[in-house]
């Protein structure tokens, strides 16, 4: 049943510090950045929360920068600013790629990637791109910040190590060495759900990470192993077995499996030197 907005609270604070100390005070608020997927929880009565932190005004945790070598990614950016964002091009093509992909304008102008990070879906478009680049995400309560490896960060399905007090402040990507590649399988080219998301990055030591295929994002690393052995068809029957798809409303495991050996041998030949 449809949850009535009028028996909902937003709380607007005015810095990120305020937010925190919201947030402290009473971790049952639930942080909201562009509501795309919250909206969604909302108007179908899963959610089950009166009282809403609202981030959108926060300008500070917006900003996308380059520090040293290493890019830096406010959680409240949206894909838009990210699809715009020179340093996010020249550094991460595969995530604006991403971000092409996701939804329509709408939701590209107001989901973020602290959201996305946050919501932790299997599904997530960017995930993969963050998981394959060794991206690590800042989190931020009164009590300081803290990094964590995005490898380390989701604990199962839709669980992640965030505590009720802290926030995703930024998510950090180290230069990236290799090509980058990705790649995104649903029902049609906009608007839907992945049935099978792929990341790449091709270097002497290649990274491969899928969505939609497991719990949570997937790293491989023994098909990552046997890419870097030079053998794809190796790679690919070890990709089938190393993977946990399921059968859902959006696809089945056989054809997750056999879709996303087909996504390693078309990364392995379009990134060929
Ligand atoms: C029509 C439609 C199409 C979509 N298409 C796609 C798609 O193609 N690919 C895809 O991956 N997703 C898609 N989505 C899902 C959604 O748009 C993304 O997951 C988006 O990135 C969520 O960001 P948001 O800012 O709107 O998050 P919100 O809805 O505001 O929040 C989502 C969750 O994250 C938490 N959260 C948000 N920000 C923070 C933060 N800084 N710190 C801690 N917690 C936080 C919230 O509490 C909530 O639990 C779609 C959604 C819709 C409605």
Not at 77 to 101: C, D, F, G, N, W
Not at 103 to 110: C, T
Not at 126 to 142: E, F, K, M
Not at 258 to 264: D, F, P, Q, R
């Amino acid at each position: 049943m449809r949850t009535a907005t009028s028996a909902l609270e937003l709380v607007r604070p005015r810095t990120v510090k305020d937010a925190l100390v919201l947030l402290r005070e009473d971790p049952r608020l639930v942080p909201l950045a562009g509501c795309t997927d919250l909206y969604v929880a909302v108007n179908f009565g899963t959610l089950n929360a009166s009282r809403f932190l609202d981030l959108w005004t926060l300008e500070p945790l917006r900003r996308i920068s380059l520090q040293g070598d290493m890019l830096v990614i406010g959680a409240l950016a949206s894909y838009t600013e990210i699809i715009k964002s020179r340093h996010v091009r020249k550094q991460l093509p595969m995530l604006v790629e991403s971000a092409r992909q996701i939804g329509g304008p709408q939701i590209q102008n107001r989901g973020t990637i602290g959201g996305n990070i946050a919501n932790a879906s299997p599904a997530g478009d960017t995930l993969p791109v963050l998981a394959a680049a060794q991206a690590t995400v800042v989190l931020r309560s009164t009590g300081g910040e803290r990094r964590v490896p995005f490898a380390a960060f989701y604990t199962g399905y839709r669980t992640t190590v965030r505590k009720p007090d802290e926030l995703i402040v930024a998510v950090e990507v180290p230069m990236q060495q290799g090509r980058q590649w990705f790649r995104k399988v649903g029902t049609r080219a906009a608007q839907a759900i992945s049935k099978v998301v792929m990341a790449a990055v091709r270097d002497d030591r290649p990274r491969v990470a899928i969505g939609s295929v497991g719990p949570t994002v997937l790293r491989v690393p023994r098909t990552e192993a046997a890419l870097a052995n030079g053998s794809i068809e190796d790679a690919a029957r070890t990709l089938v077995e190393e993977i946990q798809p399921i059968d859902d409303a959006r696809s089945t495991a056989e054809y997750r499996r056999a879709v996303t050996a087909n996504l390693l041998r078309r990364f392995w030949s379009d990134t060929a030197a």
